[in-house]
């Protein structure tokens, strides 16, 4: 009895392990790609509109966050070199059915550097549209605002304005 106990208990609390690192909250597995440092993986995301976001880390140049459509991969950021983790991921923060790309780096314990790239109406490429830092986590409910969250679980929330600036909602 005490074997089904603890594999009941094991199974409950398994899927909580693997959400445990997340620094963009709110998102599926399939949603997401993140790698920490010193990782061999490359994992991917498919996109919305078919291309692929590509997370990876080398030694020598850092983490590396590609976006690749039609055969052409592109740099979609600078070499996180000091980086201890980076998260990538696609959602839709405003609303406008129109997904952006989310890249979130944990460079310390207590920090994380979070940007976000847009795609212009009638343009191939994404753009740096957003850019701030963050304590331990955040969160895209998709109503044009974000949820900082600190060390706590406690949430601070705020709002892009349309040139991707924060301010903090009351």
């Known amino acids: 009895m005490k074997t089904i106990a603890f594999a009941c208990v094991l199974l409950l609390l398994l899927p909580l392990a693997g959400t445990a690192q997340d620094l963009i909250l709110g998102l599926g597995p399939h949603e997401t790609a993140s790698v920490v440092k010193k990782s061999s993986r490359t994992p991917t995301v498919r996109l919305r509109d078919g291309s692929l976001l590509t997370v990876s880390y080398r030694e020598n140049l850092g983490f ?53 790239f847009r795609k212009p109406e009638f343009e191939t490429y994404y753009q740096r549209w957003s850019s701030f830092t963050a304590v331990a986590a955040v969160e895209f409910p998709g109503d044009n605002t974000v949820k900082i969250y600190d060390l706590n679980g406690k949430a601070g929330t705020y709002r892009f304005d349309r040139h991707g600036k924060l301010t903090e909602l009351p």
Do not use: C, P, R, Y
């Not at 740099?75 to 059915?97: F, P, R, W, Y």
């Open 64 to 116: 590396k966050v590609t976006w690749t459509k039609n055969a052409k991969t592109f740099a979609l950021a600078d070499s996180l070199t000091n980086a201890l983790m980076v998260q990538a991921a696609e959602k839709d923060i405003d609303g406008d059915g129109k997904h952006e790309v989310i890249i979130a780096a944990k460079i310390t314990d207590d920090n994380i550097e979070v940007t976000v």
